[in-house]
């Protein structure tokens, strides 16, 4: 793709769409409205490092998604939604999106006429076929490609999963995942395996981790790699310590952790589904100085620091709602030495520093990352740090 570092709307469907709220400035004047984003939240509680960007902003998400559905003259259509609705911009080609998915997706559009499955209507809560996402291993190679259906009946299914792999023979694997609910949730908890083993492997920080439809990967692989070992620089980790990893997902930073410095890694995270990936995916790595827990991050650190256990870091990932009081307040009595902070949000991030900084912590360091070039969204990765006597 020629470079368009300084062109402005370069998408046709950026007025329809809405996802990429800044598109229409040059890239680095993005990382420039970004970088005083940043130095607006988090400036006053230390110096904000230059934002880290791409060298090449585009086709940058591993992770692709289309909702189907029909025109009012009845035109099967797929596509994006539009920005805080439920109406769908049909959209074979994504600037953002890997072009191999796009064009799985618009295949799929087509086998799914050809084959006249039915399109599942919101309204009425019926028809066949909602979502499809593919997912595409940056480094592996590897592609996954979930077919969300309303109902598990799959019509023509072998003539269907025969068109599409003879078409795009590189897809790895194939699920159906069904979701029945009334719901705005993309999958469902209901899955078949249509082709292959349901799942794809890729490599991040040097570790290898096994992928499937509900898990969660950031997608900007690129950005995510230069993240996770400042993260990891931050935490200045030694054989001899032990790291809380909350919020710990399939276990990325986590199992980075153990492979690189030899510490001692407890994972903690709530969803049960992300924990087993967790597990699988430190055995994979042959990691065995990390284990990792479904439980509430704050309940445990209030364990732990009840049982005497010390932790010497913490590192934690939330949300966009940021940390919990709760989790924050048991942060500070189980009394890390340092916390490494990653937010998605400098916003609840800010807030978050500011009840640290009032409980004995000071900010240490500041890193802004762009993962999500063409939109307002800018991670940060702090470094905080107790201070003694407190």
Request: glycine share 8%.
């Given at each position: 793709?020629?470079?368009?570092?300084?062109?402005?709307?370069?998408?046709?469907?950026a007025?329809?769409?809405?996802?990429?709220?800044?598109?229409n400035?040059?890239?680095?004047?993005?990382?420039s409205?970004?970088?005083?984003?940043?130095?607006k939240?988090?400036?006053?509680?230390?110096?904000?490092?230059?934002?880290?960007?791409?060298?090449e902003?585009?086709?940058?998400?591993?992770?692709?998604q289309?909702?189907?559905?029909?025109?009012?003259?009845?035109r099967?259509?797929?596509g994006?939604?539009?920005?805080?609705?439920?109406?769908?911009?049909?959209?074979?080609?994504?600037?953002?999106?890997a072009?191999?998915a796009d064009?799985?997706?618009?295949?799929?559009r087509?086998?799914?006429?050809?084959?006249?499955?039915?399109?599942?209507?919101?309204?009425t809560h019926?028809?066949?076929?909602?979502?499809?996402?593919?997912r595409?291993?940056?480094?592996?190679?590897?592609?996954?490609?979930?077919?969300?259906?309303?109902?598990?009946?799959?019509?023509?299914?072998?003539?269907?999963?025969?068109?599409?792999?003879?078409?795009?023979?590189?897809?790895?694997?194939?699920?159906?995942?069904?979701?029945?609910?009334?719901?705005s949730?993309?999958l469902?908890?209901?899955q078949?395996?249509?082709?292959?083993?349901?799942?794809?492997e890729?490599?991040?920080?040097?570790?290898?981790?096994?992928?499937?439809?509900r898990s969660?990967?950031?997608?900007n692989?690129?950005?995510?790699?230069?993240?996770?070992?400042t993260?990891l620089d931050?935490a200045?980790l030694?054989?001899?310590?032990t790291?809380?990893?909350?919020y710990?997902g399939?276990?990325?930073?986590g199992?980075?952790?153990?492979?690189?410095?030899?510490?001692?890694?407890?994972?903690?995270?709530?969803?049960?589904?992300?924990?087993?990936?967790?597990?699988v995916?430190g055995k994979?790595?042959?990691?065995?100085?990390?284990?990792?827990?479904?439980?509430?991050?704050?309940?445990?650190?209030?364990?732990?620091?009840?049982a005497?256990?010390?932790?010497?870091?913490?590192?934690?990932?939330?949300p966009?709602?940021?940390?919990s009081?709760?989790?924050?307040?048991a942060?500070?009595?189980?009394?890390?030495d340092?916390?490494?902070?990653?937010?998605?949000?400098?916003?609840?991030?800010?807030?978050?520093?500011t009840?640290?900084?009032?409980?004995?912590?000071?900010?240490?360091?500041?890193?802004?990352?762009?993962?999500?070039?063409?939109?307002?969204?800018?991670?940060?990765?702090?470094?905080?740090?107790?201070v003694?006597?407190?």
């Open positions: 793709m020629a470079n368009r570092k300084n062109s402005n709307l370069f998408c046709p469907l007025k329809k769409c809405g996802a990429c709220q800044i598109q400035m040059s890239y680095p004047e993005q990382l409205w970004k970088m005083a984003k940043c130095i939240l988090l400036g006053r509680f230390g110096h904000v490092g230059e934002i880290i960007g791409m060298d902003p585009y086709h940058y998400r591993n992770k692709a289309a909702a189907f559905g029909r025109t009012g003259r009845g099967v259509i797929s994006i939604y539009k920005s805080g609705t439920h109406t769908i911009v049909p959209c074979d080609a994504c600037y953002l999106e072009p191999q064009a799985i997706l618009v295949t799929i087509q086998l799914a006429i050809r084959f006249r499955l039915s399109i599942y209507n919101e309204d019926q028809g066949f076929l909602r979502h499809v996402l593919v595409t291993g940056t480094v592996s190679g590897q592609i996954l490609v979930a077919l969300v259906t309303g109902t598990p009946i799959f019509p023509a299914k072998n003539q269907f999963i025969a068109a599409l792999l003879e078409k795009h023979p590189e897809i790895t694997t194939i699920v159906q995942n069904i979701n029945a609910s009334s719901t949730m993309v469902g908890k209901q078949k395996v249509l082709y292959g083993k349901g799942y794809i890729d490599e991040l920080c040097g570790c290898t981790f096994r992928l499937s439809a969660f990967y950031q997608i692989h690129e950005q995510t790699e230069k993240l996770y070992r993260a931050f200045s030694s054989p001899q310590d790291l809380l990893d909350a710990c399939i276990g990325t930073i199992i980075a952790a153990a492979k690189a410095t030899g510490c001692r890694v407890l994972g903690v995270e709530n969803n049960g589904d992300a924990v087993q990936d967790a597990i995916n994979i790595n042959g990691i065995q100085n990390a284990r990792f827990l479904q439980a509430d991050a704050g309940v445990l650190m209030k364990e732990l620091a009840a005497g256990e010390r932790v010497d870091c913490v590192i934690c990932d939330p966009r709602a940021g940390c009081r709760d989790f924050l307040a942060c500070v009595h189980l009394s890390p340092r916390l490494v902070y990653i937010s998605c949000n400098p916003e609840t991030q800010a807030r978050d520093l009840f640290l900084i009032k409980n004995g912590y000071r900010v240490k360091k500041i890193q802004p990352f762009d993962l999500f070039p063409h939109t307002v969204h800018v991670e940060t990765v702090c470094l905080m740090s107790r003694e006597g407190k």
